[in-house]
């Protein structure tokens, strides 16, 4: 593998960028993720002093410096392996992006122990290698934001780098609203709340996130409110269910608030609580992206679509018959729309 030198200067435009953002910006640069891993392998200076953190803060006039890694034609092919086996539910999709629902069960994107069995993988069956974005690497074709293995529902892919940007931008600014809908341990009193706090890999356990007031740590928000509760039965304190609201994406977010405010999401193996009669017998978390709402990037045309509870997470819901305290305001709307019910 042969390696070249790349050397960039931050103007106006760039002042205040994320390194890695930065680096993906040059010309003729690699994905922000293979950028990322430059600065992780110690391959890029500012100013001749040695980077540190892919997340730094470019300032004006910095001198930036990258030795990039040149694969060898011969040997490397980035195209990840089409998998036309794998089923994609298609909500929406245009010659810029698809809207999805994606099952429970479906990996993203390759990881250890998934190499052709993800949803990037059927993404290359249905769209060719050539009509996806590839911002986030070429592991990450048209992935613009993740939902975890186990977690169901809407997501969105680009079929190019201008929208993948242009999607992820509106994610940053706030402005792609995503819904999600959990059951969640205990009684929640309060029919609205926010949770503002950082985030951060556990200390003690490296699979898992957590709640920190670490400087590193980085800034979540979700705002919930309450949908319907259940009262507490022999077993159990009772449920209630919620929709969220993500205002950022980090990893396992819904989870790990739900976590930090003592009401962990039902049948969640990593941060939750309780066997399997009170987990409603499931054995994944009850979390379903259920609505995304957007203005697309290209046409300006407001994008709203809404995504029914799948079977299992209905039944686990439907158990719960007879235990009702009744629905909110919220609940009226939304409850009957989860379900594939009339409105009332």
Same mark, same amino acid.
């Not at 390696?3 to 931050?10: A, D, F, P």
């Not at 629902?101 to 949803?119: I, N, R």
């Given at each position: 593998?042969?390696?070249?030198?790349?050397?960039?200067?931050?103007?106006?435009?760039?002042? =205040?960028?994320?390194? #890695?953002?930065?680096? /993906?910006?040059?010309?003729?640069?690699?994905s922000?993720?293979?950028?990322?891993?430059?600065?992780?392998? !110690?391959?890029?200076?500012?100013?001749?002093?040695?980077?540190?953190s892919?997340?730094?803060?470019? @300032?004006?006039?910095?001198?930036?410096?990258?030795?990039?890694?040149?694969?060898?034609?011969?040997?490397?092919?980035?195209?990840?392996?089409?998998?036309?086996?794998?089923?994609?539910?298609?909500?929406?999709?245009?010659?810029?992006?698809?809207?999805?629902?994606?099952?429970? !069960?479906?990996?993203?994107?390759?990881?250890?122990?998934?190499?052709? #069995?993800?949803?990037?993988?059927?993404?290359?069956?249905?769209?060719?290698?050539?009509?996806?974005?590839?911002?986030?690497?070429? =592991?990450r074709?048209?992935?613009?934001?993740?939902?975890?293995? #186990?977690?169901?529902?809407?997501?969105?892919?680009?079929? #190019? =780098?201008?929208?993948?940007?242009?999607?992820?931008?509106?994610?940053?600014?706030?402005?792609?609203?995503?819904?999600?809908?959990?059951?969640?341990?205990?009684?929640? /009193?309060?029919?609205?709340?926010?949770?503002?706090?950082?985030?951060?890999?556990? &200390?003690?356990?490296?699979?898992?996130?957590?709640?920190?007031?670490?400087?590193? /740590?980085?800034?979540?928000?979700?705002?919930?409110?309450?949908?319907?509760?259940?009262?507490?039965g022999?077993?159990?304190?009772?449920?209630?269910?919620?929709?969220?609201?993500?205002y950022?994406?980090?990893?396992?977010?819904?989870?790990?608030?739900?976590?930090?405010?003592?009401?962990?999401?039902? !049948?969640?193996?990593?941060?939750?609580?309780?066997?399997?009669?009170?987990? @409603?017998g499931? &054995?994944?978390?009850?979390?379903?992206?259920?609505?995304?709402?957007?203005?697309?990037?290209?046409?300006?045309?407001?994008?709203?679509?809404?995504?029914?509870?799948?079977?299992?997470? /209905?039944?686990?819901?439907?158990?719960?018959?007879?235990?009702?305290?009744?629905?909110?305001?919220?609940?009226?709307?939304?409850?009957?729309?989860?379900? !594939?019910?009339?409105?009332?």
């Amino acid at each position: 593998m042969s390696q070249r030198i790349v050397n960039l200067l931050v103007g106006p435009e760039s002042e =205040d960028m994320r390194l #890695d953002a930065f680096l /993906a910006s040059g010309a003729g640069m690699p994905s922000r993720s293979a950028c990322a891993k430059l600065v992780e392998a !110690g391959q890029v200076t500012i100013n001749e002093t040695l980077a540190t953190s892919k997340s730094e803060r470019v @300032l004006l006039g910095d001198r930036v410096r990258a030795l990039v890694d040149e694969p060898d034609p011969a040997t490397s092919d980035p195209t990840l392996a089409p998998n036309p086996y794998i089923p994609l539910d298609i909500r929406f999709e245009d010659e810029h992006l698809i809207i999805l629902s994606k099952q429970a !069960g479906l990996v993203c994107h390759p990881s250890p122990g998934h190499v052709d #069995d993800t949803l990037a993988n059927a993404l290359v069956a249905h769209c060719g290698p050539e009509h996806l974005g590839r911002l986030q690497g070429d =592991d990450r074709p048209g992935i613009v934001h993740r939902l975890d293995m #186990d977690t169901s529902g809407l997501m969105l892919a680009a079929k #190019d =780098d201008a929208t993948q940007r242009a999607l992820q931008d509106l994610i940053r600014l706030r402005t792609l609203d995503r819904r999600y809908v959990t059951l969640v341990w205990g009684y929640v /009193a309060a029919d609205s709340g926010t949770i503002d706090t950082g985030i951060a890999r556990s &200390t003690r356990d490296r699979i898992r996130m957590a709640v920190s007031d670490d400087p590193g /740590a980085r800034e979540a928000i979700t705002t919930f409110r309450v949908l319907e509760r259940f009262e507490a039965g022999r077993r159990d304190e009772g449920y209630t269910l919620l929709e969220c609201h993500l205002y950022t994406g980090r990893t396992h977010q819904i989870r790990v608030h739900m976590r930090h405010i003592n009401h962990q999401c039902i !049948g969640d193996p990593l941060y939750g609580r309780g066997d399997l009669a009170q987990n @409603l017998g499931l &054995t994944r978390q009850f979390l379903h992206s259920w609505r995304v709402s957007f203005a697309h990037p290209v046409s300006g045309e407001t994008i709203e679509l809404c995504d029914t509870l799948p079977d299992d997470l /209905a039944a686990a819901l439907e158990s719960l018959d007879g235990r009702s305290m009744g629905r909110t305001r919220a609940g009226d709307e939304i409850v009957p729309r989860l379900l !594939g019910e009339p409105a009332a």
